[in-house]
């Protein structure tokens, strides 16, 4: 049976299409905040690298009342590296709002997202937002939306969706862009009439899905999901179905549904709506609460496979200690483990004979630099590893996964772009030129050809590049693949960076850190312009004499350091080196930080 009271949305769209800063605008025009509250922008991305990047990590859903129908809204991340966030959302809905910029059309996430509520046989409504844009070509942009879901082999009825207008910053939406409209009623009157209200009763047994897991310190871990079918009371009792047992006597300490961003404590929850459990522990996402006498578990979420691991470390440099809070091997797998049950693409496993490593699988290096830098943050120390991709066995032969890139260059760099991918085993499937001095280029390449490479992009293209990346699928292992082409300048001995000393690297290389920064023997402060690591003297100071020199006074201009992000120094580090990661620096160190040992490693290594 329908239930017509209810509504379970998502918004789905490639990364900056504007889905927070819609859901913001439904929040205003529902009536969700007090008429004096003030309120932010993109009030659904809460977490600060949320607001520092500006895009959606972590799936949060909201409701609105719109009459006498309560609308759940799933705000999704954009990204393909936290699709598994994606994956559970869509579990929780009945229909998805497609959100495509006017100008820029659908993009690689696009398709990803699309992708995932097609496979789920979700009905989707098309929404062009940014209508606004000088540079906007709606009706292109509705072509190609109609032809990315023909490529996805939609049926007929998912591609007879409506389609509105919307500018999402300014509040308003239209059925036509001919109508005159102030306010996004239209967009609400479409969510009702065209998505159907959830299959749902409350008559039969209890089933509620786990997709999303929450903590408070008042009461704990929040269990947040749909309510299939049932109803689920304070002071009763049920059976918690995990993975491998049945629990029962299951009783809350807390039941909510959502109102606005709020979570609103009530006696009883009924089927169809989207709620929060508190007060079960060791409760996992995929598990499903229901019944003691009849217990009927849901089907478990399956998500894609992780295609990226790094080995994270205990901080064991010269400098451990100094700067964090949590060092040791019993912290960090506290906080891996943590991070593993709210989040279902990560996978955490022991490192053989290393009690103080772990080896991290995720979707890609943007999810595992989001982890690195929010446990840095959080007062964690640690080491972290070049990242390596996973790869799996087919039929006795090795395969690993491979991943389709999409360029939009300007056309003087096709060379040297064609150049650096052939390089990394890229295969160029497709060229495009539009004619007004930009290209659009897709390559297929093995993910491993990809890791370094986005900064080396932005290099060559001066900036002026966008590149997108979509897993593809796997391919046999495609062989030795270069990645950093230079050596490193590595620091000799421990002391500070003295200017005389940085004189001397002029010629060398080039700095990735600054004047007066401690640095101890085996940490790299550079890159060298040549192929081999460079051991250096960064500490040497210029010997005083009592003795005039005419040109004593000349000052020397030294070039300022390249300074690298999170996300450049994992690109950046060589397979022989680790990140060093306090909540007050980022160090690159050799994994042996000895010289000699280091040297006569490389020469068995040569024999």
């Known amino acids: 049976m329908r239930k017509d009271n209810f ?5 789905i769209a490639h990364v900056d299409h504007g889905k927070t800063t819609l859901v913001n605008g439904m929040l205003e025009q529902s009536g969700a905040f007090n008429v004096r509250e003030e309120v932010q922008d993109r009030v659904m991305d809460s977490g600060d690298l949320e607001k520092e990047r500006g895009i959606t990590i972590t799936a949060k859903n909201t409701a609105i009342q719109y009459g006498d129908t309560k609308i759940n809204i799933v705000d999704t991340p954009g990204h393909a590296d936290f699709g598994g966030e994606v994956e559970r959302s869509l579990n929780l809905v009945d229909g998805a709002l497609l959100l495509v910029d006017s100008s820029e059309g659908p993009l690689p996430q696009t398709r990803f997202v699309v992708r995932k509520a ?7 409504i098309l929404v062009i937002n940014k209508i606004d844009r000088s540079d906007a070509r709606i009706d292109e942009v509705i072509e190609e939306v109609y032809d990315l879901f023909i490529d996805l082999d939609a049926t007929e009825e998912q591609i007879e969706f409506p389609i509105l207008y919307t500018n999402a910053k300014e509040g308003f939406a239209k059925l036509d862009l001919e109508d ?5 009623q239209p967009l609400f009157q479409e969510i009702l009439s065209y998505f159907p209200g959830p299959e749902a009763n409350d008559d039969e047994v209890p089933q509620f899905l786990v997709t999303n897991l929450d903590y408070d310190s008042f009461v704990g871990q929040i269990a947040v999901g749909r309510l299939s079918n049932g109803t689920l009371e304070m002071n009763k009792q049920y059976t918690l179905c995990t993975e491998n047992e049945n629990i029962n006597n299951i009783k809350f300490s807390a039941l909510y549904t959502f109102k606005g961003l709020e979570k609103v404590k009530v006696p009883q929850v009924v089927a169809g709506d989207i709620i929060a459990v508190a007060g079960v522990s060791e409760i ?5 609460i229901t019944s003691q006498d009849n217990p009927k578990p849901l089907p478990r979420i399956k998500v894609d496979e992780p295609t990226v691991s790094m080995i994270f470390y205990v901080n064991d440099s010269p400098f451990a200690g100094k700067e964090g809070k949590f060092l040791t091997s019993r912290h960090i797998r506290a906080r891996l483990e943590k991070e593993s049950l709210k989040n279902v693409s990560i996978k955490i496993k022991d490192v053989e004979n290393r009690a103080d490593a772990f080896e991290v699988c995720g979707r890609g290096e ?6 690195i830098e929010t446990m840095r943050r959080e007062g964690y120390e640690l080491m972290v590893s070049k990242p390596q991709v996973i790869t799996k066995e087919v039929d006795g032969k090795t395969h690993e996964p491979v991943e389709r890139v999409f360029l939009d260059l300007p056309e003087e760099f096709v060379g040297v772009i064609t150049e650096n991918l052939s390089t990394r085993k890229g295969r160029m499937e497709k060229l495009i030129n539009h004619g007004s001095g930009r290209v659009n280029m897709e390559f297929l390449i093995p993910s491993r050809g990809l890791i370094g490479f986005r900064s080396q992009f932005l290099t060559n293209t001066k900036g002026a590049g966008i590149m997108n990346t979509l897993i593809e699928g796997y ?8 990645q950093r082409s230079t050596g490193a300048m590595v620091a000799d001995r421990t002391g500070k960076v003295i200017t005389y000393a940085c004189l001397a690297m002029l010629d060398r290389g080039e700095l ?7 640095v101890y023997c085996g940490m790299v402060i550079g890159e060298r312009n040549k192929v081999g690591d460079l051991n250096v003297n960064i500490t040497k100071e210029k010997k005083l004499t009592n003795m005039r020199s005419s040109t004593s006074e000349a000052t020397v201009t030294l070039r300022p350091p390249r300074t690298l992000s999170l996300d450049q120094t994992i690109e950046f580090i060589a397979e022989d080196e680790l990140l060093e990661l306090t909540p007050l620096n980022i160090r690159i160190r050799k994994m042996e930080l000895d010289p000699n040992k280091r040297a006569s490693k490389k020469k068995k290594d040569l024999m």
């Open 284 to 288: 996992y996402i995929g598990d499903t």
């Open 7 to 11: 509504r379970n949305i998502a918004i």
């Open 118 to 124: 097609l496979e789920k046989d979700l009905p989707i």
């Open 512 to 518: 990735i850190v600054e004047v007066g920064t401690d």
């Open 475 to 482: 391919e046999p292992w495609f062989g030795v693949i270069p």
């Open 180 to 184: 005159e409209s102030n306010n996004l």
């Open 366 to 371: 943007l999810q595992m630099a989001v982890l």
